[in-house]
Each structure stands twice: as C-alpha cells, then as structure tokens.
C-alpha cells in the first residue's frame, strides 16, 4: 500500500533542514519503501517541507518509518501527515 508523508517545516527552520539533509537523504535511500521524494519550496525557491511517497504494508509501518526520520529527530517539522494514496497516472 502507497502512503504519502506530507511534512511541513517550522517557520525559519531552513538551517535545521540544511544541517540535517545528508543524513536525511542517506535515511531514504537505506530502504526499498521510497518511491519518491523531494522538497517544497517557498516563493524564494528554499526548502520548506517535504514530500514523500512510500511503499508499506500498512499504516503502522509507515508511521514507524516517519518516525525514524533524521528531520524528525532534529525536530525541523511543524507538521507531518501520512495518509493512503493510490497511484494511478505515472
């Protein structure tokens, strides 16, 4: 099941984001459950959250996941929701 991960960062969080990113990117690539991410950006073209798409079981696992995210840990969101989501173009 697909499950996309919306996150928002906290207002001038842009410096968290960027001290965190190496480990953040390396979390995503250790596991087979990332179709895709990438950043949202602001209108000066900066990161300011995150969406990803995943490949899990079921919620649980997702939110287990999310919550093992180096973002997470260095506290850069101000929000972050999981839901289901089907593919059906691309």
């Not at 073209?45 to 696992?61: K, Q, R, T, V």
């Amino acid at each position: 099941m697909r499950f996309a991960l919306i996150a928002k960062d906290k207002p001038g969080a842009l410096d968290i984001r960027k001290a965190n990113r190496d480990a953040h990117v390396a979390y995503l690539k250790s596991t087979d459950a990332v179709e895709m991410a990438g950043p949202f950006l602001d209108d000066n073209g900066d990161m300011c959250g995150s969406l990803i798409i995943l490949e899990f079981p079921d919620m649980a696992a997702a939110q287990d996941w999310a919550a093992n995210d180096p973002y997470k840990h260095a506290g850069l969101f101000e929000s972050v929701e999981i839901t289901a989501w089907n593919k059906v173009i691309g």
